[in-house]
């Protein structure tokens, strides 16, 4: 017992100098939060404390911290901090396994809600012990009591029992009965799980037991109990069905407050209304999330996610379900669940709302390896098992797994660069990565565009018949080893023309045409569009991708082509205003002017027409076989062995980019490409953002003209232009002074490789 004492006082005096300042919390406040709308003014996101009312201690009524006190602590006046009989309890209770259920105390729960994470580590656990110690020593239990009881999450965006109160039962705190105190209390547990509004029959269950706690506590008499158990309780309805996913979006517009304001933005009040469109946003988030799990279901199943032992006792098996599943939260659509019981034709699994289901037939086909005899101990699916399920369009269950794979979709209006919806990834929750400001990857075909509108400059035209024939570069050229590229169907067509060329995306034509511009002139022709010049190397590698954008800086540069050839740089936020109304900033949309012209009008107009021949006929035909107007224009892309899958495209009023793929780039599959990946995320969008909108095709500007169904400078229509490239070639080896070695590095074979479509 001496020596645990004294590794105890060692830890302690070790670590407590190093434990966050609690000083504050003496004084504690609350703050006004920042508010975040659409253009429309739907909230999409708060921060600050949310839904928070300061309520003192005295304001507290005694039924409330009675039922708390029942439930999460009632020895919470004698011990000092830790409760060490509930920890030997939890500790043998789940070896291997801390977890707080009987072993937090208030004082600790308050320790680890406000300075430290959620994860269950043996050294957070220290160091959440150490730190109650601190509470204790330098604040009086009835301080901590008042803390807990304001800062604690409750869900529905409601933090404290006075806002709760307000959120579920729409009245003050100091008119609850003990029914509804119960019902409350229940909360801090697993808020989604015992929440009244959307588990009501889970959260009865709770409450019933805190009744009997609080009579157990002597907090209440038997006929207040039996009184309790038999109130009929009016629960407010939901008001979160309607809920808009901008999370990506919010923490963006957060960012950018802060940099303009710092700490203020949290105690201002302050209401940012942005550019989003709430309807487009929508689409896009359901849009990408079905792109991403229609390709997540052909993916070999990875496992449960969990096992957790079920104990026969009813009680205790809800507890057991509860923790697991309060650990593995739902993901939107793609619901967790606990397996009860299971067979290779059937699963039974029970939802956090108390919800059993069964999963039958082709709902188990995409896990068919969990169910298998010979599955491994870590694939296999069985009791206990913590699975994913999503409901189906026949509304059927069907085992899924949460994705690897992560996405991208960024929408704006290319005539003033205002962003329209925004999703920077899958879920903002699983990954706060934004891919769409700070993924930097490779655009593969996606980027040709910019080296056919260098071309057009060069005396091409979209006659240009060019041969996709194959290319040798040997070492000299290179700088190292010999290069051969190839087409993404290592197929060779011959003589085509530019239009066709782009229309297939065939490589050898763009390298050609790389080679015919000049790899250092397309360089600095596409910093015209947005594009970082360092991050494009010149050489020819550059036809086929190999540099660095962003999805945002894609849609950007899109819009150019959209817009009649002019720059616009993509904005958020249109207005800033106190809680008063007080306008503190206003963003004027931008006026397209020859200041910002990054292209000639015709250069614009020739480019939209071949990126509509490639959505009419080419490798994203389908987009107009769907949508069924000829307003469409863009891209595909997908890099070596498939790592991204992009689309980029756009109607006249609306350029979008989509890109899927894994945060440390590999392998997406075989067969998997920009046209099937990328592409029907983005027709999905377009469906709905387009639907009232009339079709709008750009009339002819004044420097081209039309002569026998092709478009050409006026300088080119006779002939003037280059009429064929690569047609009489001797050697397969390209000579010219404009052709760079390839870097003699690592770095060589990744962008030697990129061959894809």
Avoid: C
């Amino acid at each position: 017992m001496a020596s645990v004492l004294i590794l105890v006082a060692l830890a302690l005096a070790v670590a407590f100098p190093n434990l966050p300042d609690i000083s504050d919390l003496s004084d504690y406040r609350p703050k006004l939060p920042l508010r975040v709308f659409s253009a429309e003014g739907t909230l999409i996101g708060e921060y600050g404390e949310e839904r928070r009312h300061l309520t003192p201690i005295k304001d507290i009524p005694k039924v409330m911290t009675d039922a708390v006190l029942a439930i999460e602590d009632a020895r919470f006046y004698e011990h000092g901090g830790v409760d060490y009989k509930g920890v030997l309890r939890a500790a043998l209770a789940n070896l291997g396994h801390l977890k707080s259920q009987g072993a937090s105390t208030i004082t600790m729960q308050v320790a680890r809600n406000v300075y430290l994470s959620s994860e269950k580590t043996y050294t957070r656990k220290i160091y959440e012990i150490l730190l109650t110690f601190k509470l204790e020593h330098m604040l009086t239990k009835d301080q901590i009591l008042e803390i807990y009881m304001n800062q604690i999450f409750l869900g529905n965006r409601a933090y404290g029992f006075a806002a709760a109160a307000e959120a579920y039962f729409d009245k003050p705190l100091k008119d609850l009965t003990i029914a509804e105190a119960a019902m409350l209390a229940g909360l801090p547990k697993a808020p989604s799980a015992y929440n009244p509004i959307s588990n009501p029959k889970r959260a009865r269950a709770r409450q019933l037991h805190i009744i009997e706690r609080m009579q157990e506590n002597g907090f209440i008499t038997a006929e207040q109990a039996l009184a309790a158990k038999k109130e009929e309780l009016k629960v407010k309805s939901s008001s979160d069905n309607s809920k808009v996913h901008a999370e990506y979006v919010a923490e963006t517009v957060r960012l950018l407050m802060f940099a303009q304001y710092g700490d203020e933005i949290y105690t201002r009040g302050l209401n940012v209304y942005t550019t989003l469109r709430a309807a487009d946003q929508d689409a896009a988030y359901k849009a990408l999330r079905r792109g991403i799990m229609d390709f997540e279901r052909h993916q070999i199943y990875r496992g449960p996610e969990k096992y957790v032992t079920l104990p026969s006792n009813p009680q205790e098996l809800d507890d057991a379900i509860d923790d697991a599943l309060d650990e593995h939260p739902d993901n939107g659509d793609v619901m967790a669940a606990v397996a009860l019981e299971v067979d290779n034709k059937k699963v039974k699994a029970i939802r956090q709302n108390g919800e059993t289901i069964e999963i039958t037939g082709d709902g188990l086909k995409p896990v068919q390896s969990g169910l298998s005899d010979k599955a491994p101990p870590n694939i296999k699916i069985r009791r206990g098992a913590v699975i994913r399920v999503v409901k189906t369009p026949k509304n059927t269950w069907e085992i899924t797994q949460l994705p690897e794979v992560e996405g991208a979709f960024v929408a704006l209006d290319p005539r003033d660069g205002s962003i329209k919806a925004l999703v920077g990834g899958f879920d903002f929750e699983k990954n706060k990565f934004n891919h769409v400001t700070q993924a930097w990857r490779q655009p593969g075909s996606s980027f040709k565009p910019f080296i056919y509108s260098a071309a057009l400059e060069k005396g091409f035209t979209p006659a240009t018949i060019i041969n996709d024939a194959p290319l040798f570069f040997d070492a000299d050229v290179t700088g190292g080893q010999p290069w051969e590229p190839k087409n993404y169907d290592g197929k060779f067509e011959g003589p085509m023309t530019m239009r066709q060329g782009l229309a297939k995306s065939k490589n050898m034509i763009s390298i050609r045409i790389l080679q015919a511009v000049g790899a250092q002139n397309a360089q600095e022709w596409i910093t015209r569009f947005g594009f970082d010049g360092d991050k494009h190397p010149a050489y020819l590698t550059m036809a086929l991708g190999a540099g660095s954008v962003t999805p945002l800086q894609m849609a950007s540069a899109y819009s150019v082509f959209a817009n009649g050839g002019y720059r616009i740089n993509p904005w958020l936020i249109a207005k800033v205003t106190e809680q008063q109304g007080k306008v503190l900033l206003e963003t004027k949309p931008p006026v397209l002017d020859e200041s910002l012209r990054a292209i000639d009008a015709r250069n614009a107009f020739i480019m939209d027409s071949l990126l509509q021949t490639v959505t009419r006929s080419g490798t994203a035909a389908s987009a107009q076989a769907i949508l069924k107007r000829p307003d469409l224009y863009g891209k595909t892309g997908t890099t070596n062995d498939s790592m991204d899958a992009w689309f980029a495209g756009f109607q006249p009023t609306l350029a979008a980019v989509t890109w899927i793929g894994y945060d440390t780039p590999h392998k997406l599959g075989d067969r998997e490409t920009g046209g099937g990946l990328s592409l029907p995320v983005w027709i999905r969008f377009m469906e709905h953002a387009l639907k009232n909108v009339p079709v709008m095709e750009p009339s002819a500007p004044e420097g081209v003209i039309n002569s026998g169904g092709e478009w050409f400078y006026d300088e080119y229509a006779k002939g003037a232009g280059i009429s064929s490239l690569g047609l009489t070639d001797k050697s397969t080896t390209p000579t010219g002074s404009d052709i760079q070695p390839l870097p003699a590095t690592d770095e060589k074979k990744k962008i030697l490789d990129l061959f894809r479509n």
